[in-house]
């Protein structure tokens, strides 16, 4: 059974700070393309960044040179740093496998105020 726990979320001021954390089991995590997805109210969820197991990333255009995307593959976790965060940033941030498997976390709430 795939579980994944996202964490980190937070208010926080235009401008500023964040950093998402997920853990997943129940995958052999290594192996595994991980991605950060986001869903404004509204909207669709959309790609924020992805990693490989290798640690090669890829990221959206809205979010190119502010996000950063890491893993740690003996924690199973991979990480978001958002800088320089925008309104339009405001989602709630999920982690998954890419492409997406079907496996949703509960997700973490973003949002920032400007």
């Known amino acids: 059974q795939v579980q994944l726990v996202e964490s980190g979320g937070g208010l926080v001021q235009a401008g500023g700070s964040l950093r998402l954390s997920c853990v997943a089991s129940?995958?052999?995590?290594?192996?595994?393309?991980m991605g950060w997805y986001r869903q404004a109210p509204g909207k669709q969820r959309e790609l924020v960044a992805r990693i490989t197991g290798g640690g090669s990333t890829n990221y959206a255009d809205s979010v190119k040179g502010r996000f950063t995307i890491s893993r740690v593959n003996a924690k199973n976790t991979v990480y978001l740093q958002m800088n320089s965060l925008k309104p339009e940033d405001t989602a709630v941030y999920y982690c998954g496998r890419y492409p997406h498997m079907g496996d949703w976390g509960q997700g973490t709430q973003v949002t920032v105020s400007s």
């Open positions: 129940g995958i052999i995590f290594s192996i595994n393309i």
